[in-house]
């Protein structure tokens, strides 16, 4: 088996992979240079795919675009799409602890367009894994999508909230918003029991 078929058999069941992967799993004589020039090759092959600068997928496939920027979790406008709860397609919206330049960037050579939202260690949280697809892959929960939507201030169409309201257990919310400031607070409780009552009787889709 030649080192680049070793390579594409090794990391085809991951959702990324990076130059160190590859260098681990050569070994220790593998030079980093080397490396470089191999995954470059395999590129220009089509073999793998470079999600952003060092770090490979075997397939361009927008769901793996949050591995690129561990630790991550989707969230906000993409969160509702894969939870299903409203109609809307977007493209990937990644809650990620590293440090970002841009909100908005191109990945996989253009091809993919994601959103990129900075968060602190203190509300990294409320998050599990959701299967996308046959892909496991980190999804925040209805009561942090809602609050990610207003602590970003991305705000919606009114009737668009009624998926999330119906999904969202108060008390975990109430929880949930211990770890942000006052003002965001008093923000988000004050639009669930303005809102909640209307989602409830089906009546805010409808434009009540």
């Not at 892959?137 to 602590?151: A, G, R, Y």
């Amino acid at each position: 088996m030649t080192t680049t078929s070793s390579i594409t058999e090794k990391f085809s069941g991951y959702p990324v992979f990076t130059n160190r992967d590859v260098r681990l799993f050569l070994g220790r004589k593998a030079k980093a240079a080397n490396v470089a020039r191999l995954l470059s090759h395999m590129k220009r092959a089509g073999r793998i795919h470079q999600v952003v600068r060092g770090v490979y997928s075997a397939t361009v496939d927008e769901r793996v675009s949050g591995f690129a920027f561990q630790p991550f979790y989707y969230g906000t406008l993409y969160a509702l799409t894969l939870r299903e709860l409203w109609t809307q397609n977007s493209r990937p919206e990644i809650i990620t602890l590293k440090k970002i330049r841009k909100s908005g960037i191109l990945i996989f050579g253009g091809k993919v367009g994601v959103k990129l939202h900075h968060l602190t260690p203190k509300r990294f949280f409320g998050f599990d894994m959701l299967v996308v697809g046959g892909m496991k892959v980190p999804v925040s929960d209805p009561e942090k999508t809602l609050i990610d939507l207003f602590f970003y201030k991305i705000r919606l169409p009114i009737q668009e909230y009624d998926g999330i309201l119906n999904a969202i257990n108060v008390k975990k919310l109430d929880s949930y918003l211990k770890a942000y400031d006052g003002h965001t607070r008093k923000t988000v409780m004050n639009f669930v029991k303005k809102y909640l009552k209307l989602a409830k009787r089906g009546k805010l889709r409808s434009g009540y």
